[in-house]
């Protein structure tokens, strides 16, 4: 039998880590299972489909989203980065390495979709404050950690960026 | 700042994670992340009522939807034997409904089709005519004579499920009675749910040509899944491969079996198929494994100088429909019977009956050892109200009571042997560090400007680490557990062990625990835990378990090792296996220290150049069978401060001092109190399931069902005393779940101590600003 659905698909480019990537989604796919099902970047998580814990947030041109509640068609021609984006030729990003140094992840599940709040707010907000922290990683919901080593990780990952350029 | 795996000695110290290389880059292998070629996907058709008789299924519109390939009822599965499957508390649950339902959200039917949205999609045009049934929601009407009967498939027709007590009856009553202070207070501790972040899920893989079945499951016990697998479906145990992959939490919602998960491997044995289910948000908090629902009543009897002589405990637990409960077979009540605490009570009696509900099936133990939070917040909320009673100060009643160091090995009241402790010093180590008697000024300061402020405290007692296997036992099989080690020619080790981590950080913890016995670093030492073709048997990773059991087997496996390893090393001193010493990092020969070889030396010479007559090779396997539980303990300190505006409780300080025995990580130990604090302070403050009269699940998600963000969490301030375990084979109790068990209590204590002034001596959790808002409207202390 001939779907309607099947009719209904269309073609979604993404610019994504810097890769031009291009698949099929139907108009209702989310751009999280896009991401995640499509092309097969699995770093993004699926924690609840209702955009309460994060864990699937990508940057969409630049700013953060939970990619479990903007739709794949609407990504057509932009640019998406994703956990797998933030390592630079073997190196760990910045605040990578501080969540691995300071303990910031345990199961680890929450993790890609926390880094990438953390890049966006930095971004934002170079110097943050603890309550800044976290009210900035708020949207993101961590079960294992109780939030203290991830705010040590971000103000530990914030400090170092900012050593950085000096001594390139 | 954490330090490098490759550490000599690790034991004890802050080794960096070993498995976060991968993911912090995004690269954990989680059960979604898996594609097999030719995957097909299920979703579950639901029931809306909480309790309704099923008239009708149609399916034919399902049928239509593209891509289907096929739906599964209970009829069907009646057919097989198998709509009813057996629960890990010796109940039955149903897999798909026949004749009714029995909770909202039930399993009623299964599609499966070419993709997840096809499924969906299905599922949304299977028409069930339902005659709803009347519910019953409040465990105390369930009990009452006139009560509906909800589980019409048992030979008892009332809603009863179970009787349990422990103790001594008449000698309690008698205490009670001749004592001239008792204490009487009823405690309902909700219904919560674990909700870790990942839900559940699993992909059943049957291979018709080889007639194996691999079925990916976020598992947290998957040799004890395999095994009720074979039971159930009744394929071969050596045909069923167990694969728990990267979980992304667990916290007791990953130990059971779900209707799901059968319903995908009789779907995949069907079709030929590897058949993928993966739980929604929704589905994991109103159908998986809730927690709690205790309703409890104690009474603590005592001299006028607060000493106490007997503590009687009657409860009621709430089941939901069936008793999914996970607990050892002798203890339908799990470890309830640790409720005497840190106390020394001299007589005890404890009962708990057990009662079927008309809400989702349960209870797990959530980040604890089986009902040990429960008993936890009971005794030491009660102690609380002993101390008011007697106007005495909640440290000094404690000190006055607490089982003291030279009692242990201590006998409880209740039949448990405490291994050790000194609770005087947990308890001053905690009181120094947020400084008690300070924190006391302040207070009186800040009250006399009229803020409400309260200081609580909580000193508890865990019992983790479950077997013994005589006593403990989950649906006959024996709590043991186990660790496998080769060490293979270069040095470098493989260990495998059969618990399975969800966070706790294993592949480096057991790796330090090895790796100091063999005088190896941890980076030379890979864990595997969750693959059960290669894993030794055990029982899996909750109840803080693993490091009383498999932690034990992997140090008695090493010593194993090292046991050969002596024998080989011998051979290359050229020296007599009596003269040589194991020094804590090499083989030396007595009496010539300079003359010493390492593990990598022998590694190498155990397959190139052995003693003649030795069997190459150097591995050992251990079964470790504890000879008793571990009994972890801790003194924490609250101190809050309650909004007379809102009544919202701000926690101001928070010190937790626990006692887990010898420490492997302490950067791991941390972060596990850390998180433990945080799901504490959710319970007391923020989580519960609710339901309304009808049955309907209140919080059926992340926007009802609240858990801590970054901003609600308070900052928790860490001390440790360190009273090793005298049987543990490295002194270690295990301690992923002591700050969930303790911390409840001293949140709620100190808002009592808040509220104390006006005579409140108890306020039930979870303590919404609104909740605490009434209690202050009610006491005229609103602003």
């Given at each position: 039998?001939?779907?309607r659905?099947?009719?209904a698909?269309?073609?979604v480019?993404?610019?994504?880590?810097?890769?031009?990537?291009?698949?099929?989604?139907?108009?209702?796919?989310?751009?999280?299972?896009?991401?995640?099902?499509t092309?097969?970047?699995?770093?993004t998580?699926?924690g609840?489909?209702?955009?309460?814990?994060?864990?699937?947030?990508?940057?969409?041109?630049?700013e953060?989203?939970?990619?479990?509640?903007?739709?794949?068609?609407?990504?057509?021609?932009?640019?998406?980065?994703?956990v797998?984006?933030?390592?630079?030729?073997?190196?760990?990003?910045?605040?990578?390495?501080?969540?691995?140094?300071n303990?910031?992840?345990?199961?680890?599940?929450?993790?890609?979709?926390?880094?990438?709040?953390s890049?966006?707010?930095?971004?934002?907000?170079?110097?943050?404050?603890?309550?800044?922290?976290?009210?900035?990683?708020?949207?993101?919901?961590?079960?294992?950690?109780?939030?203290?080593n991830?705010?040590?990780?971000?103000?530990?990952?914030?400090?170092?960026m900012?050593?950085?350029p000096?001594e390139? | 700042?954490?330090?490098?795996?490759t550490?000599?000695?690790p034991?004890?110290?802050?080794?960096?994670?070993?498995?976060?290389?991968?993911?912090?880059?995004?690269?954990?292998?989680?059960l979604?992340?898996?594609?097999?070629?030719?995957?097909?996907?299920?979703?579950?058709?639901?029931?809306?009522?909480?309790?309704?008789?099923?008239?009708?299924?149609?399916?034919?519109?399902?049928?239509?939807?593209?891509?289907?390939?096929?739906?599964?009822t209970?009829?069907?599965?009646?057919?097989?034997?198998?709509?009813?499957?057996?629960?890990?508390?010796?109940?039955?649950?149903?897999v798909?409904?026949?004749?009714?339902?029995?909770?909202?959200?039930?399993?009623?039917?299964?599609?499966?089709?070419?993709?997840?949205?096809?499924?969906?999609?299905?599922v949304?045009?299977?028409?069930?005519?339902?005659?709803?049934?009347?519910?019953?929601v409040?465990?105390?009407?369930?009990?009452?004579?006139?009560?509906?009967l909800?589980?019409?498939?048992?030979?008892?027709?009332?809603n009863?499920?179970?009787?349990?007590?422990?103790?001594?009856?008449?000698?309690?009553?008698?205490?009670?009675?001749?004592?001239?202070?008792?204490?009487?207070?009823?405690?309902?501790?909700?219904?919560?749910?674990?909700?870790?972040?990942?839900?559940?899920?699993?992909?059943?893989?049957?291979?018709?040509?080889t007639?194996k079945?691999?079925?990916?499951?976020?598992?947290?016990?998957?040799?004890?899944?395999?095994?009720?697998?074979?039971?159930?479906?009744?394929?071969?145990?050596?045909?069923?491969h167990?694969?728990?992959?990267?979980?992304?939490?667990?916290?007791?919602?990953?130990?059971?079996?779900?209707?799901?998960?059968?319903?995908?491997?009789?779907?995949?044995?069907?079709?030929?198929?590897?058949?993928?289910?993966?739980?929604?948000?929704?589905?994991?908090?109103?159908?998986?494994?809730f927690?709690?629902?205790?309703h409890?009543?104690?009474?603590i009897?005592a001299?006028q100088?607060g000493?106490?002589?007997?503590?009687?405990v009657?409860?009621?637990?709430?089941?939901?429909?069936f008793?999914?409960a996970?607990?050892?077979?002798?203890?339908?009540?799990?470890?309830f019977?640790?409720?005497?605490?840190?106390?020394d009570?001299?007589?005890?009696?404890?009962?708990?009956d057990?009662?079927?509900?008309n809400?989702?099936?349960?209870?797990?133990?959530?980040?604890?050892?089986?009902?040990?939070?429960?008993?936890?917040?009971?005794?030491?909320?009660?102690?609380?109200?002993?101390?008011?009673?007697?106007?005495?100060?909640p440290?000094?009643?404690?000190?006055?009571?607490?089982i003291?160091s030279?009692?242990?090995?201590?006998?409880?009241?209740?039949?448990?042997?405490?291994?050790?402790g000194?609770?005087?010093?947990t308890?001053?180590?905690?009181?120094?560090?947020?400084?008690?008697?300070?924190?006391?000024?302040?207070?009186?300061?800040?009250?006399?400007?009229?803020?409400?402020?309260g200081?609580?405290?909580?000193?508890?007692?865990?019992?983790?680490?479950?077997?013994?296997?005589?006593?403990?036992?989950?649906?006959?099989?024996k709590?043991?557990?186990?660790?496998?080690?080769?060490?293979?020619p270069?040095?470098?080790?493989?260990?495998?062990?059969?618990?399975?981590?969800q966070?706790?950080?294993?592949?480096?913890?057991?790796?330090?625990?090895?790796?100091?016995?063999?005088?190896?670093?941890?980076?030379?030492?890979?864990?595997?835990?969750?693959d059960?073709?290669?894993?030794p048997?055990?029982?899996?990773?909750?109840?803080?378990?693993?490091?009383?059991?498999?932690?034990?087997?992997?140090?008695?496996?090493?010593?194993?090792?090292?046991?050969?390893?002596?024998?080989?090393?011998?051979?290359?001193?050229?020296?007599?296996?009596?003269?040589?010493?194991?020094?804590?990092?090499?083989?030396a020969?007595?009496g010539?220290?300079?003359?010493?070889?390492?593990?990598?030396?022998?590694?190498?010479?155990?397959?190139?150049?052995?003693?003649?007559?030795?069997?190459?090779?150097?591995?050992?396997?251990?079964?470790?069978?504890?000879p008793?539980?571990?009994?972890p303990?801790?003194?924490?300190?609250?101190?809050?401060?309650?909004?007379?505006?809102?009544?919202?409780?701000?926690?101001?300080?928070?010190?937790?001092v626990?006692?887990?025995?010898?420490?492997?990580?302490?950067?791991?130990?941390?972060?596990?109190?850390?998180?433990g604090?945080?799901?504490?302070?959710?319970?007391?403050?923020?989580?519960?399931?609710?339901y309304?009269?009808?049955?309907?699940?209140?919080?059926?998600?992340f926007m009802e069902?609240?858990v801590?963000?970054?901003?609600?969490?308070?900052h928790w301030?860490?001390?440790r005393?360190?009273?090793?375990?005298?049987?543990?084979p490295?002194?270690?109790k295990?301690?992923?779940?002591?700050?969930?068990?303790?911390?409840?209590?001293?949140?709620?204590?100190a808002?009592?101590d808040?509220l104390?002034p006006?005579?409140?001596?108890?306020?039930?959790?979870?303590?919404?600003?609104?909740?605490?808002?009434n209690?202050?409207?009610?006491?005229?202390?609103?602003?």
């Amino acid at each position: 039998m001939e779907s309607r659905k099947e009719d209904a698909r269309r073609m979604v480019s993404v610019t994504i880590n810097g890769e031009m990537r291009q698949g099929l989604a139907e108009p209702r796919t989310l751009l999280a299972y896009f991401i995640r099902e499509t092309l097969g970047l699995t770093g993004t998580h699926v924690g609840c489909d209702t955009t309460s814990c994060g864990a699937c947030t990508v940057l969409f041109d630049g700013e953060p989203v939970k990619s479990c509640t903007v739709l794949a068609v609407q990504a057509d021609q932009h640019q998406i980065d994703t956990v797998e984006g933030l390592e630079t030729d073997n190196v760990l990003h910045p605040l990578q390495q501080a969540f691995w140094d300071n303990h910031g992840l345990q199961c680890g599940f929450c993790t890609p979709g926390m880094l990438m709040t953390s890049v966006a707010l930095l971004q934002k907000n170079p110097h943050p404050t603890e309550s800044e922290i976290r009210h900035g990683i708020s949207g993101n919901l961590c079960r294992c950690t109780g939030y203290v080593n991830i705010v040590k990780a971000i103000t530990d990952a914030s400090h170092k960026m900012q050593k950085e350029p000096a001594e390139v | 700042m954490a330090i490098e795996a490759t550490e000599t000695r690790p034991l004890g110290k802050a080794i960096k994670r070993k498995e976060d290389p991968r993911l912090v880059r995004g690269q954990g292998r989680y059960l979604d992340d898996i594609v097999l070629p030719g995957m097909l996907y299920m979703a579950l058709a639901r029931s809306p009522y909480a309790h309704a008789r099923i008239k009708e299924i149609r399916l034919d519109q399902a049928y239509q939807v593209p891509g289907v390939k096929a739906i599964l009822t209970g009829a069907d599965l009646e057919k097989m034997n198998l709509s009813w499957m057996p629960t890990l508390a010796g109940d039955r649950q149903m897999v798909l409904a026949t004749g009714k339902v029995l909770f909202q959200y039930q399993e009623v039917a299964a599609v499966v089709a070419e993709s997840r949205a096809a499924a969906e999609d299905a599922v949304q045009l299977i028409e069930i005519d339902y005659e709803p049934l009347a519910p019953v929601v409040d465990p105390y009407a369930a009990l009452k004579a006139d009560a509906p009967l909800l589980r019409e498939d048992r030979d008892q027709k009332d809603n009863h499920i179970f009787h349990w007590e422990v103790g001594d009856r008449k000698a309690t009553d008698d205490a009670l009675a001749s004592s001239p202070v008792v204490v009487k207070e009823f405690i309902r501790m909700p219904r919560v749910h674990p909700a870790p972040v990942e839900p559940c899920g699993c992909i059943a893989d049957y291979q018709k040509a080889t007639g194996k079945l691999t079925w990916y499951v976020t598992s947290q016990a998957p040799h004890a899944h395999r095994t009720v697998l074979a039971l159930v479906s009744g394929l071969p145990e050596h045909m069923i491969h167990v694969i728990s992959p990267d979980i992304g939490g667990g916290f007791g919602n990953k130990v059971p079996v779900y209707p799901g998960y059968v319903c995908s491997v009789v779907m995949s044995l069907q079709l030929g198929r590897p058949v993928k289910w993966v739980e929604t948000r929704t589905e994991n908090i109103a159908t998986t494994n809730f927690a709690r629902d205790y309703h409890m009543t104690a009474e603590i009897g005592a001299t006028q100088e607060g000493i106490v002589t007997a503590l009687k405990v009657a409860t009621i637990a709430d089941h939901g429909a069936f008793d999914a409960a996970a607990d050892p077979s002798k203890f339908p009540a799990g470890l309830f019977s640790i409720v005497t605490g840190s106390y020394d009570f001299p007589v005890a009696f404890a009962e708990v009956d057990g009662v079927y509900t008309n809400k989702a099936p349960g209870g797990v133990a959530y980040r604890c050892s089986f009902r040990v939070t429960e008993a936890s917040y009971l005794i030491e909320r009660v102690m609380n109200t002993l101390a008011l009673k007697l106007n005495l100060d909640p440290a000094e009643i404690r000190r006055r009571n607490f089982i003291r160091s030279e009692q242990f090995p201590y006998q409880s009241p209740l039949g448990w042997t405490y291994d050790s402790g000194n609770y005087d010093a947990t308890l001053n180590e905690a009181l120094k560090l947020v400084d008690y008697e300070q924190l006391r000024k302040q207070q009186a300061e800040r009250r006399a400007g009229g803020e409400l402020v309260g200081i609580g405290i909580s000193t508890f007692t865990e019992i983790v680490g479950a077997g013994p296997s005589n006593t403990f036992d989950i649906l006959g099989i024996k709590m043991f557990d186990s660790c496998e080690i080769r060490i293979h020619p270069t040095g470098k080790a493989i260990a495998r062990l059969g618990t399975r981590h969800q966070g706790q950080g294993h592949e480096t913890t057991f790796a330090q625990v090895i790796a100091d016995e063999l005088g190896m670093t941890a980076a030379d030492v890979l864990i595997e835990e969750g693959d059960t073709d290669t894993a030794p048997y055990g029982l899996g990773t909750y109840a803080s378990r693993s490091t009383p059991t498999a932690g034990g087997a992997a140090a008695l496996a090493a010593r194993r090792i090292r046991q050969k390893a002596i024998q080989i090393a011998a051979h290359l001193l050229e020296v007599s296996p009596d003269d040589v010493e194991w020094n804590g990092e090499k083989f030396a020969a007595k009496g010539l220290e300079s003359r010493a070889v390492g593990m990598s030396e022998v590694a190498l010479a155990a397959y190139t150049n052995l003693p003649e007559g030795m069997e190459p090779g150097l591995e050992a396997t251990y079964y470790y069978d504890p000879p008793n539980l571990t009994f972890p303990n801790g003194a924490y300190v609250a101190m809050v401060a309650i909004d007379r505006g809102t009544g919202e409780v701000k926690v101001e300080r928070f010190v937790a001092v626990d006692d887990c025995g010898t420490v492997i990580n302490p950067m791991v130990v941390d972060g596990q109190v850390h998180g433990g604090l945080t799901e504490g302070f959710g319970i007391a403050f923020m989580q519960e399931i609710a339901y309304d009269e009808d049955g309907n699940n209140l919080a059926p998600n992340f926007m009802e069902y609240l858990v801590p963000t970054a901003v609600e969490a308070p900052h928790w301030e860490t001390g440790r005393t360190v009273t090793p375990s005298p049987h543990h084979p490295i002194g270690a109790k295990g301690v992923g779940e002591s700050p969930n068990v303790g911390s409840p209590a001293a949140f709620v204590n100190a808002v009592v101590d808040a509220l104390s002034p006006y005579g409140v001596t108890n306020v039930e959790i979870p303590l919404f600003p609104w909740k605490v808002w009434n209690v202050l409207k009610e006491l005229g202390l609103t602003q």
